[in-house]
């Protein structure tokens, strides 16, 4: 391992373990779960622009596929926004209840304050954004993704208690463990949502890039407003349905630029490997021409015997 990766590792620790999670969850204790979740969809727009930036994604303003990666980026957090800040009239359905007054969202802190918590909550998505596009730097010189899973998750558990240990100093009740949901919460959120997660997507951003990984995010909202309505029988509204109906519209056009993209290269490399032999054939031929005419002029500078009758 050289130092310009090890470098990398320890960058891709302190963007998502440290500053992401971190931040993210600050940003929630200071505002509202529905207002950190709308925050939180600026992420494949974000990770867009730095692709962007970067030179890893490319884009042709003139093409029709770009404008689809662009335009689909920009419809999916749409989507998001609509499914987390619209609710509209409710659709009953046949496994769901028709009050859940008793299970209205409420922010349980008295310390409010919108305006912390969204700089708190940007910030931590622009370090998740940041951590995807450089693992799609890091892979190409390191592709072995399940060594640097382990890597950027030993690595940040330990800047995180370093960090841990610095902000809450004499206050020893943090590191308290029962046998609970919290510790359910803590196994989950380090084997699911970090190691196999950062897995994955190295592994599908190898092929399709850190736009694609992030572009299905919005995604979840959809998933856990499904899994919501028959789990925890929670009324299906208006704006979920036109907000998740917003995001596969957004996904499938990404999803169709990506493509085009992927067709692209593999076009280029077709080509690329016809050309070494289309070369290699006409030297062959050259020198099987150069061997022919050497081969006469040799005949020709060798003595001739002559027969017959002129014969000496």
């Known amino acids: 391992m050289t130092l310009s990766v090890f470098f990398k590792i320890l960058l891709l620790s302190l963007f998502d373990p440290v500053i992401g999670q971190n931040m993210f969850y600050a940003g929630m204790k200071y505002s509202s779960a529905t207002f950190s979740a709308a925050l939180c969809n600026l992420l494949p727009a974000l990770t867009f622009v730095l692709a962007w930036i970067l030179r890893i994604e490319k884009v042709n303003l003139k093409s029709v596929r770009s404008h689809a990666k662009i335009t689909g980026t920009l419809v999916t957090v749409g989507g998001a926004m609509i499914m987390t800040l619209i609710s509209g009239p409710i659709i009953g359905l046949p496994w769901t209840h028709k009050s859940h007054e008793s299970h209205a969202s409420t922010n349980p802190n008295d310390k409010e304050d919108p305006v912390k918590g969204a700089i708190m909550i940007s910030i931590g998505c622009l370090g998740y954004a940041s951590f995807y596009t450089l693992q799609a730097i890091t892979l190409k010189s390191y592709p072995a993704g399940l060594s640097l899973t382990a890597m950027v998750c030993t690595?940040?558990?330990?800047?995180g208690t370093v960090l841990t240990f610095m902000v809450e100093r004499g206050n020893t009740s943090v590191w308290a463990l029962g046998f609970d949901a919290k510790l359910l919460a803590y196994v989950y959120g380090g084997v699911i949502s970090s190691g196999i997660t950062y897995y994955l997507s190295g592994v599908i951003m190898k092929e399709k890039g850190p736009v694609f990984v992030t572009?299905?995010?919005?995604?979840?909202?959809?998933?856990?407003a499904i899994l919501s309505s028959f789990i925890f029988a929670e009324q299906m509204t208006v704006g979920k349905i036109a907000g998740a109906s917003v995001i596969v519209i957004g996904l499938y056009l990404v999803i169709w630029g990506k493509s085009k993209d992927h067709k692209e290269i593999e076009l280029i490399q077709q080509k690329a490997s016809t050309i070494p032999t289309t070369v290699d054939s006409k030297v062959d031929r050259v020198d099987i021409g150069s061997e022919t005419k050497a081969s006469k002029a040799d005949h020709v500078d060798e003595p001739q015997t002559i027969t017959g009758p002129n014969a000496v």
Do not use: E
Request: aromatic share 14%; hydrophobic share 75%; net charge neutral.
């Open 155 to 159: 690595l940040g558990a330990f800047l």
């Open 215 to 224: 572009a299905f995010n919005p995604l979840s909202m959809v998933i856990v």
